[in-house]
């Protein structure tokens, strides 16, 4: 169905000349990137030429990100200021996906005040973004498809890919978990896992065409499976996807702890395709606060994950989520997730400052504690975490690591960039031929951030 109005667009533009151009802006997570792979697929077989900037553009797509107030903020004064182009190009379509579309105060805001948007859709018709761009192409009326519906699954959609090495699979989308801070489970809707054999036949394709790094893609990775009718979970299609012949490295996120379990880790262990690194969000070191923030596991049992991982895989590289300043967490509570990274030493830390998302149990909590207390202990986190990082790539001076190289840099003394098999960055200078290969690199210097290496 969608294939037919790619067609009737594609016929349509095949008239104009010069050839229609589209841009994608994405902000926001792994998965937007990838959602915005195939509406760059989409634009491509509806006949538009994909360029790097909105200047000039016939078709503009922001696909945004709900999950703190900082990017709504930043996605509506981009929308706001794309008003000028649309004043001099009045025939531009402007539309907006994502996340924010299916936040009823955004889709209001936007009826009302951005009146040069065109067309506003959620992440759950992602797949009928052709039909809709066609009612605004042939109705030149505006289109708000922002209501929510259950969210399906569209296979065989085109992707266009921004990389030649490392490639996204969605392994499933939306989220069940309802963590009391977090809006995705409102705007991505329910938990949809995509059919093995599709996804085994993605990968497969996508080894075959020499892509080297493929992350598998979701929400929460670990209840994959759960809504299907078949007896398949994730540690399972992990060990399948590992089985798929070539030279390939295999990655994924997010996991949940609560459902991170030993099987995983034995997988994770067994397999020389499955990357030794995990991303394991723990959110707060305190108990009391993951409760509040309705994570279901307690200190303890997060602990006893990351002791279960490394008894089996000792050098696997760890990183994670943490929120600071969560509605009624106290000093003394954040000082348990200050001890809990000095416990467990991550390799490296994403770090978040409590934003309140409308809607969300959370933002009804009392707040007490002033933006200074919390920026202070954000400020010590960053500071605690900054130091173990570089004392983690220190360790790595004078090994040699089995690196993937991966792009080329702007740096002129260390041209490439490439990543170590737990996905450390590695800058290093050699032949841009050397993108796309395997290569073994001697670590001889670090910073906090990044290791340097030498070719061997
Ligand atoms: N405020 C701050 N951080 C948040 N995250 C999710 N929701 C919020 C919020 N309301 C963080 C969590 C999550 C990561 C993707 O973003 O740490 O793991
Ligand atoms: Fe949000 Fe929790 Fe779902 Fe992650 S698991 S997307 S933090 S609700």
């Not at 519906?149 to 890919?161: D, K, M, Q, S, T």
Request: contains cysteine; aromatic residues 8%.
């Amino acid at each position: 169905m969608q294939q037919a109005y790619c067609a009737e667009i594609r016929a349509l533009n095949a008239q104009r000349e010069p050839v229609p151009t589209a841009y994608v802006d994405t902000y926001g997570c792994q998965q937007n990137e990838a959602d915005s792979e195939l509406l760059r697929g989409m634009l491509t077989e509806m006949g538009y030429e994909i360029v790097d900037t909105d200047q000039g553009a016939d078709v503009i797509v922001i696909n945004t990100c709900a999950i703190r107030e900082h990017a709504e903020q930043r996605v509506l004064g981009n929308v706001g200021a794309l008003v000028h182009g649309k004043r001099r190009k009045p025939s531009q379509i402007i539309c907006l996906c994502g996340c924010m579309a299916r936040e009823q105060h955004v889709a209001d805001r936007l009826r009302q005040s951005y009146r040069h948007v065109d067309l506003v859709f959620g992440p759950q018709v992602l797949w009928r973004f052709p039909e809709l761009l066609r009612r605004v192409i042939l109705r030149r009326g505006r289109v708000f498809e922002t209501q929510d519906v259950p969210g399906a699954i569209a296979e065989g959609l085109p992707v266009r890919r921004s990389g030649k090495v490392k490639a996204w699979v969605s392994i499933m989308y939306g989220c069940n978990n309802f963590c009391t801070y977090c809006i995705v489970p409102y705007v991505r809707g329910r938990e949809r896992s995509r059919e093995p054999e599709a996804i085994l036949a993605e990968i497969r394709q996508l080894v075959e065409q020499g892509y080297r790094d493929i992350t598998l893609l979701g929400q929460n990775v670990n209840s994959y499976g759960k809504d299907l009718g078949e007896d398949i979970d994730f540690p399972d299609l992990l060990e399948r996807a590992a089985a798929i012949p070539g030279e390939f490295l295999l990655r994924f996120m997010t996991s949940h702890p609560k459902d991170a379990t030993e099987k995983l880790f034995d997988v994770m262990a067994r397999c020389e395709k499955v990357a030794p690194v995990i991303h394991l969000p723990f959110q707060s070191g305190n108990t009391r606060v993951l409760t509040a923030m309705n994570r279901r596991y307690t200190r303890e049992q997060y602990l006893e994950k990351v002791h279960a991982l490394r008894a089996r895989i000792p050098d696997v590289v760890l990183t994670s989520d943490v929120i600071v300043g969560f509605p009624g967490e106290t000093t003394a509570e954040f000082e348990d997730t200050l001890s809990l990274i000095e416990e467990v030493r991550f390799d490296a830390l994403f770090t978040f400052i409590y934003s309140p998302r409308k809607g969300t149990p959370a933002a009804q909590l009392p707040d007490p504690m002033s933006k200074e207390e919390k920026s202070a202990n954000f400020d010590r986190l960053v500071e605690a975490q900054n130091r173990i990082s570089l004392e983690k790539h220190r360790a790595y001076i004078g090994t040699v690591q089995h690196c993937l190289v991966d792009g080329v840099s702007e740096d002129p003394r260390n041209n490439l960039n490439a990543r170590t098999p737990g996905g450390r960055l590695v800058h290093l200078s050699g032949d841009a031929s050397l993108v796309g290969q395997f290569v073994d690199v001697e670590i001889v210097d670090c910073s906090t951030w990044a290791l340097f290496g030498e070719k061997r």
